[in-house]
């Protein structure tokens, strides 16, 4: 096998990355609007057809394909839970670690009418955990009873305590529903487990959601979905920073990806206390991925103008509010829309800024300074301070004429950011060919191969 193929199929983009496994290096990068929703065979075709213009047809037929999806905006999740510091964070970690989209969280005993909310929004997955093991039963065994009994046709993943799985499994056999069973995600206090969760979400969704969206028929043609398309960005991330037997990685890091809809944040760093701060909720997990679907540049980037306010960002872009209205409404109707004047294009770094900015804030722990004559400083989040690589990814940083003014947002702005936790200083990446997914993939394949290529192809700015 001297070739391989590696596709993803988003919700805007179907792409390609052709690699020589020989040559330890990309031979071609391609990506063509998305036919997921009519049908994914017309994009791939054109992905392959782009791959045979580098390729010989023996080669080309020899090539392994390969592909990840984060067709119609990702897998979308719902996380029910105890409490909001403890099971529904760990929840929140699983979710987003496995490639997931949150649309809902609910915390305690839950009400029916709020299930039917999952049902309007069109939730495709259902995680439901709660209770360390031999804890809590009362609430849990009444959320499982609201669920059983719901109008829900889809999968649920109970990772609760496991003492009551028996009567849980028993309550959604009653419903019919289709439940499966993993670890408890909170064992105990201060343990946090949310490998085999996050495993069977990414089963799930490649099994289920995946033929949902039309990439069933695709599947002759591919030798395997591997995973959805963030699982793959952040198994490529902990490549990079970890490295492997034979080969070292860069050390700790932060991804940021900005899109139309969503800005995702990608973290590789082990939970460490900040000056000896006593830690407050669920663990963190050393791979972290949150996501905020009010951050885009596109269809959301009317949730950003609410955020900064239409007056802040007037100002910004010296341009009259009403042309500021009338500039974000052509963004929120027309997805695909590439700035081409100087004032467009000014407006997309503002954009882009603000949600590389914000969502880095969100994705960092804080400091909250107590009076106690325990504790003087409480810790909420996770601690990125020591990361000194960042990397950009997604068209809005890729396609900027600044991308490293734009990742300097990230970092903590003088005394009056000392509460975040977020690096001062760091060096600067751009993952300016869409590899970062690729490569996820051919780490299953290569992950030696898989490192040295991105080493050598991430652009240092």
């Known amino acids: 096998m001297e070739n391989i ?47 045979k213009t580098i390729l010989t047809e023996d080669k080309f037929k020899k090539a392994i394909k390969l592909a990840s999806s984060s067709a119609a905006g990702g897998l979308r999740m719902a996380v029910i839970g105890l ?45 439901f955990c709660g209770g360390y093991e031999n804890g809590n039963e009362t609430t849990v065994l009444h959320n499982a009873k609201i669920l059983s009994e719901s109008n829900l046709r889809i999968p649920i993943i109970y990772a609760g305590n496991s003492s009551i799985i028996t009567s849980v499994r028993g309550l959604m056999q009653m419903g019919r529903k289709e439940c499966f069973v993993a670890d408890n995600l909170i064992p105990n206090v201060g343990l946090l487990n949310t490998t085999m969760a996050e495993n069977i979400v990414r089963e799930v969704f490649l099994q289920r959601i995946v033929n949902m969206k039309g990439l069933n028929n695709v599947k002759e043609i591919l030798d395997g979905i ?121 407006l997309d770094e503002i954009l882009t800024e603000i949600a590389v900015r914000s969502s880095a804030r969100r994705h960092a722990g804080y400091i909250e300074h107590i009076h106690s004559a325990n504790c003087k400083l409480l810790q ?26 734009i990742l300097s947002y990230i970092l903590k702005s003088g005394e009056k950011e000392e509460n975040f936790l977020l690096p001062s200083e760091s060096k600067f990446y751009l993952d300016e060919s869409y590899i970062l997914y690729s490569m996820g993939l051919l780490r299953e394949i290569n992950p030696n191969i898989a490192l040295r290529i991105l080493k050598k192809e991430l652009k240092k700015l």
Not at 98 to 103: C, V
């Open 83 to 127: 409490s909001q510091s403890l099971s529904i964070k760990a929840g929140k970690n699983t979710a987003f670690g496995a490639g997931g989209k949150i649309l809902f969280t609910l915390s305690g005993k839950i009400k029916p009418e709020q299930i039917q909310e999952f049902i309007n929004k069109k939730v495709e997955i259902v995680l």
């Open 380 to 405: 909420i989040g996770k601690n990125i301070t020591n990361v000194k690589n960042i990397i950009g990814t997604g068209g809005p940083i890729i396609h900027s004429e600044n991308p490293k003014k």
């Open 226 to 346: 591997l995973m959805p398309t963030p699982s793959a960005v952040l198994s490529a991330g902990e490549l990079l920073t970890k490295g492997t037997e034979t080969e070292a990685g860069i050390g700790e890091l932060l991804i940021v990806d900005v899109g139309g809809a969503t800005t995702d944040v990608h973290s590789f760093a082990e939970q460490i206390s900040y000056k000896g701060a006593r830690l407050s909720g669920a663990k963190e997990t050393y791979s972290k991925r949150t996501v905020e679907s009010d951050l885009g540049v596109r269809e959301s980037s009317e949730l950003i103008l609410d955020e900064i306010g239409v007056e802040e960002l007037s100002k910004n872009c010296n341009k009259s509010i009403q042309w500021v209205k009338d500039a974000i409404k052509y963004r929120v109707t027309f997805n695909d829309y590439i700035p081409d004047n100087k004032d467009e294009k000014k």
């Open 5 to 51: 193929i590696l596709l993803d199929f988003g919700s805007t983009h179907t792409k390609v990355v052709v690699v020589s496994l020989k040559e330890e290096k990309i031979l071609h990068t391609n990506c063509f609007p998305s036919t997921v929703k009519i049908d994914a065979r017309v994009g791939l075709q054109k992905c392959l057809e782009s791959a």
